[in-house]
């Protein structure tokens, strides 16, 4: 296991994700629980190397946390408050957990460090959940897939963090619907209408529904999808090409 | 003047305000020339206070450059690409320059500091042009009204900076047309259809910009602006009270 090296990182600055999935007609988010803290759940984050971009940063973090390169990821927001983690209960909290580890990889210099003011870059991924192995980060106990209204305790703001990616995740599903890993390669429009009731936390009459999603000019109509009750059975639909 | 210490500011994180105005149907931006650097300018920005928000930093410094108070201000993007500033033809433009200037308030710390890579936060501001009395920061030789066709040899990435600002004031301007400042307190439909072509550079025809823009349920139609051809009166306008 490497050694964590503040020198490598820029200070007082971090990166959270919001890392969505769908399944079971359910809008899901990924959360960490941390190893210190009393039932303290954590978006998956990280620092950002000296030697990195921001955008490298947030990659490496999803990745480590889902094992998937190449996903659809995007900054939607800067979490700048000054009290967001240094005037909060968790700031003595978290230098109390470090201490408490008694990690070796983290001294007393680095646990200061850790537990200062961090101006936070929120990230948002949309991941298809089947082939996601999720991994906690250095602080975390455990990881788990979590229905959006139903996240356990999270520390500093990041419940904040959710509500803001849930905004920028309609308004990218209302312009383009770019949903595509959060959809199997081809589905049918009743999917389509899942996905969006799942986001929207409300339902859409279907008519009205494929009128518009048609109307934004990305999905391709295949064939039939067939059943056996062969008069009902729906169009499929994928993604155009770009 | 009050000297500049770095130990007072996070450091590697940065602040750029791209401030839109509008005047003689032009969409202008306020630059500031740099004291270093030949013919280099720069959109005006700051560092963030330790103690301090990134949205109050923000206010500080439009404050600093226009003497405004309580302007519309949005963070719309974070810059972080690693090579901004460290391996650009700039970085040690800035060092030199900076050391030629001689300037008491920054030693040879404060100048490697400022001259290290910063990642930086893009905040618009939307302000009344006739009300702005624009003063340059502690690195500008001046500051004035460039119109966005005709900016100067901008600094780092500014270009890439005032092009997603103007993104993002497109945007709200769809959506909500909040452009308040950008107006006067009443305005024909006429002046509304000038900043909005001003903002996309292109121009709409009247009746479907019209039917757009009422849609949006934001105006509140006042009289007729009489100037002596009767006939051809033109409704005034006013943004309807929140």
Same mark, same amino acid.
Request: no cysteine; charged share 35%; hydrophobic share 20%.
């Given at each position: 296991m490497s050694t964590f090296n503040i020198d490598d990182y820029i200070s007082q600055l971090s990166i959270d994700c919001v890392i969505f999935g769908f399944k079971d007609k359910e809008l899901k988010v990924l959360v960490s629980e941390l $190893?210190? =803290?009393?039932?303290l759940w954590s978006l998956p984050g990280g620092y950002i190397l000296k030697t990195e971009s921001v955008d490298a940063a947030a990659a490496r973090i999803l990745k480590r946390s889902t =094992? @998937?390169?190449?996903i659809y990821l995007e900054q939607f927001r800067v979490f700048g408050d000054?009290? *967001?983690? @240094?005037?909060? !209960?968790y700031k003595e909290n978290i230098k109390q957990g470090l201490l408490q580890l008694n990690? !070796? *990889?983290?001294d007393e210099k680095t646990i200061a460090w850790m537990a200062n003011r961090f101006v936070c870059i929120g990230y948002y991924a949309l991941v298809d959940i089947n082939k996601v192995n999720p991994k906690p980060g250095e602080f975390g106990a455990s990881i788990e897939w979590r229905n959006i209204d139903d996240l356990?305790? @999270? $520390?500093?703001?990041h419940d904040t963090i959710v509500s803001y990616g849930l905004k920028a995740l309609r308004q990218i599903l209302d312009e383009k619907l770019i949903g595509f890993n959060l959809l199997p390669k081809t589905f049918t429009m009743k999917e389509v209408k899942e996905l969006y009731e799942a986001v929207h936390d409300t339902s859409f009459p279907m008519n009205n529904f494929q009128k518009k999603i048609l109307e934004l000019n990305v999905l391709e109509r295949l064939g039939k999808k067939f059943t056996g009750a062969q008069n009902r059975a729906p169009f499929l639909y994928r993604f155009k090409e770009n």
């Open positions: $190893t210190y =803290g009393d039932n =094992g @998937l390169d190449n000054e009290n *967001r983690i @240094l005037q909060s !209960k990690d !070796k *990889r983290f356990p305790n @999270l $520390t500093h703001d």
